[in-house]
Structure formats: C-alpha cells, structure tokens
C-alpha cells in the first residue's frame, strides 16, 4: 500500500512538473511572439522606420531577453546637442540610417520574406538614455551597433568608423554581412516631392516661350563666349579637385584635431579618405598648370617677341613643374607609395 502512493505522488509530480515546464515553454514564445508584434506596431509608426529606444525600452527588448531572441537590432546612437558639430555629420549619418531602415522594410514586407521582422533599426537619444550608453560603453560618436540573437550588451558588432563615408550603402553592408540576412536595393527619396516637380513644370512650361524667344535673337547669356570660358575653367577644376566625390560621400572640408580640438586637420594621411581642402588644394595647382599650357599655346605663340616668349616659357614650366612635384609629394605623403622619375640607364 505504501509502495502504491509513492508510486502515485512521483507521477503526480512528474506530471505537474512536466506542465510547468511547457506552460513556460509556451509563455516564453508567446512573450517572444509579442515583443516582435510591439516592435512592429512601433515601427509602423515612425516615417523612417526607425524606433526611438531608451532606458526602459531597451530592457524591454533586450536586456531582460532570454537570449536567442527572434530578431536583431540595429542602434544608432545619437546625440542632438553634437549636432551642431559638423565634423561628426550626425543628422545626415542618421537620415542615411534611415534610408536603410526605410529600404529594409521596403524590400521584406512581405511576411512570407526570410528577413521580415527579422532586424529593427532603432536609435538611442544620448540625453533621454544616459544609462544605455553607459551599458553599450558608447564614448564618441558617431556609433551604430549590431546586436544579434544571442548578443549582450558587450559582445555586439560595432561598425567601423572608417565605413561611414559610404553611408547608406556601407550600413546596409555591415547589416547584412553580420546577420546574413538580406536588406536589399536602397532606396532614396527623390529629390523634389510630387508638389514640387508639378510647380516646376508649369514654371518651364510658363517661361518656355520667352526663352524660345530669347534664343532665337541670340541675346542670352549662353551667347557670350567669357562665359564659357569660365565655364571650361570650371569643369577642368570640378574634375580634377575631386568634387564629385567630396559631394556624394558628403566629405567635410578639415576635421578637429582629437589631440588637440583647438587644431584643425586639413590633410588627412591614408588613402581611403580624402578631405574637401585637399581636393581644393589639387585642384588650384592642376588649374595653374591648365591655364598656364593653354595660356602658352593659344596666347603666347601670338607674340612675336622672341625673349618675351622664352622668359615667359622658363616660368610656365618652373611653375608647372613646382605644382606638379607638389601633388606627387602629397600622394606619396597620403598612400605611401613612392613616385619618382624615370631616368635612363645610360644617365647613371
């Protein structure tokens, strides 16, 4: 008899321990299944797509997690009161990392995707949520963090800082590269909202005939010829500055020393970066040899003074040779690699 209620308070046990058991199985997933439906109702609601984290919504999502979660998040950690600070382009990494978010959601919003409600972008405010930067040792901007499923606080993936000149396209990389999942095309917002091309036709369509008009007596200013000759000035130092490329990776003309802030940095030392002063500075010395061979075929062959044209000829190619030894010095400076004149053997 004694043998008989052993036997039945150990499978009464065993019974109610094993419905423990999967009831917290189950209302793990269910807790799990509502975090991703929170996170999903909070990123309908943000125009970027982007959701603004802190202290206590971060704990929610994160911190008070049984790791592996079902999603990842992508954090930008921001700053309003450095966005004055134009070394650190704060507002425009932030919009860039909202075009990514906005992509991202673009591209997986079918539910039948095997990215979809698979990464969050989020940001964090440094003055709403001091103590989540202090948790993610976050000490200088501009940071994005990558924390995976099974990730805590410390071992996140941190972007490289060298990888924020390509913006939105570099983020989605680092994305993509760390979860293996796919966030896609980027797309950007057009320039001119649907409002704005519609004014602008109707202003081309207005002025159409004047200009029509204006052409046809050749009284424009496209007519005058110092006009393209500044315009070919132009374009010769567009191309050979690097402006393009200052423009589309948004480059900043000099940087704040980090030893010393009261210094400022105008040429910076490696050959993946190129600062807006240096582009400049390459430019005006290419435009100088520019203007000066143009100046010597077109303009000085017409003077038919022998000593004016060699003295003026010694001082075109002292000055065009200075330039030239100048850019090879600075590229030698920024890459490394040696540049020199080819002499021949029997010189030596």
Avoid at 96 to 120: G, L, M, R, W, Y
Avoid at 195 to 212: D, H, Y
Avoid at 229 to 254: E, T
Avoid at 263 to 269: C, E, P, V
């Amino acid at each position: 008899m004694a043998s008989s209620r052993t036997l039945t308070q150990l499978v009464l046990f065993i019974a109610i321990f094993s419905s423990s058991l999967v009831f917290n199985v189950f209302s793990d997933s269910d807790s799990d299944a509502d975090r991703v439906a929170e996170l999903l109702h909070l990123q309908s609601r943000s125009k970027s797509g982007v959701i603004r984290l802190n202290d206590l919504s971060l704990s929610r999502f994160l911190t008070s997690v049984k790791t592996p979660r079902p999603y990842s998040l992508a954090i930008f950690f921001d700053a309003v009161q450095l966005h004055d600070k134009q070394e650190l382009h704060l507002q425009d990494l932030r919009k860039e990392f909202a075009v990514v978010a906005d992509s991202f959601i673009t591209n997986n919003q079918d539910p039948s995707s095997p990215s979809h409600a698979k990464i969050f972008f989020c940001d964090i405010e440094f003055k709403e949520s001091q103590t989540s930067f202090s948790l993610f040792g976050v000490n200088a901007l501009p940071h994005i963090r990558l924390v995976g499923p099974s990730h805590g606080l410390k071992d996140s993936d941190q972007m490289d800082q060298g990888d924020f000149s390509r913006l939105a396209e570099s983020m989605a990389e680092f994305v993509e590269s760390k979860t293996k999942l796919s966030v896609g095309p980027i797309h950007r917002p057009p320039p001119l909202s649907k409002k704005q091309l519609g004014f602008v036709t109707v202003a081309l369509l207005v002025w159409m005939p004047f200009l029509v008009k204006k052409v046809l007596s050749g009284k424009t200013i496209l007519h005058h010829p110092h006009l393209w000759l500044v315009g070919a000035v132009f374009v010769y130092f567009f191309s050979v500055s690097g402006a393009m490329h200052n423009i589309i990776r948004k480059m900043p003309m000099f940087l704040a020393d980090r030893g010393d802030p009261s210094k400022l940095i105008f040429f910076y030392q490696g050959s993946g970066m190129q600062l807006g002063a240096e582009g400049f500075a390459i430019g005006f010395l290419y435009t100088i040899v520019g203007l000066l061979l143009a100046f010597v075929t077109r303009v000085l062959v017409t003077i038919r003074n022998v000593t004016v044209q060699r003295l003026v000829m010694i001082f075109a190619l002292f000055v065009s040779f200075w330039a030239v030894k100048k850019v090879i010095y600075l590229d030698n400076w920024k890459t490394g690699y040696g540049i020199h004149a080819f002499w021949p053997s029997s010189w030596n």
